[in-house]
């Protein structure tokens, strides 16, 4: 089962209704609705993340679901060039987001990254980050980031240090979601947050 999929920009004056519609589609495929709410919430955080480090993009996203396994896929085109990176990684007086500290701000830089190296050089299919170490594997022919592979890769020192280093206890995707993964696929930077579902 597949939901609509919705359109929108850093512009996007209707992008907040969004989340409210894979709500919508979670009670459609069975979930309860506290279940449901969390795939709102992790839409919500997914277009946050999208429009907090990307200045100018234009991106759709929607969710498919198979025995109660849903995934939250959004790709994105930024309108960016490499020259402007220095300038998106830093904010007047301080670090946005996409530059923080730990597992985020690495997850940031690298969809940044990734954005601008499809802009310079949009035939390069294969995307690399030395910085997201061991969360990097082939998927159909894709480089892939997974979330959970990483955290999996790492000691429990590390982890530990990852997890604290820029409030990421406080992401809703690393506390709710099964895993989120990263990759570039037809010159879109596409970011999947998987959730299974006990059923109801």
């Known amino acids: 089962m597949v939901s609509d999929k919705y359109k929108f920009n850093?512009?996007?004056?209707?992008?907040?209704?969004?989340?409210?519609?894979?709500?919508?589609?979670g009670v459609f495929a069975g979930l309860s609705q506290a279940n449901s709410r969390i795939l709102s919430l992790l839409t919500e955080e997914m277009i946050g993340m999208a429009r907090s480090i990307i200045?100018?993009?234009?991106?759709?996203?929607?969710?498919?679901?198979?025995?109660?396994?849903f995934e939250i896929i959004m790709s994105l085109n930024a309108l960016i060039k490499?020259?402007?990176?220095?300038?998106?990684?830093?904010?007047?007086?301080?670090?946005?987001?996409?530059?923080?500290k730990?597992?985020?701000?690495?997850?940031?830089?690298?969809?940044?990254?990734?954005?601008?190296?499809?802009?310079?050089?949009?035939?390069?299919?294969?995307?690399?980050?030395?910085?997201?170490?061991?969360?990097?594997?082939?998927?159909?022919?894709?480089?892939?980031w997974s979330m959970k592979t990483y955290l999996d890769s790492m000691s429990k020192d590390d982890k530990s240090e990852n997890l604290h280093d820029d409030g990421l206890e406080r992401s809703i995707i690393m506390n709710l979601a099964d895993d989120c993964?990263?990759?570039?696929?037809?010159g879109s930077v596409v970011m999947t947050v998987t959730k299974e579902f006990n059923k109801d």
């Open 102 to 144: 730990g597992l985020l701000g690495k997850i940031g830089e690298t969809f940044i990254n990734w954005a601008i190296e499809q802009n310079d050089n949009p035939s390069v299919p294969m995307m690399t980050s030395p910085e997201l170490g061991m969360g990097m594997g082939i998927v159909n022919g894709y480089e892939e």
């Open 55 to 69: 200045p100018e993009f234009s991106a759709e996203i929607q969710s498919q679901n198979e025995k109660n396994c």
């Open 10 to 25: 850093e512009k996007s004056a209707d992008a907040g209704a969004i989340p409210l519609k894979m709500e919508e589609f």
């Open 82 to 100: 490499s020259g402007e990176r220095d300038k998106l990684l830093k904010v007047s007086g301080g670090e946005n987001a996409a530059a923080g």
């Open 181 to 186: 993964k990263m990759s570039v696929k037809s």
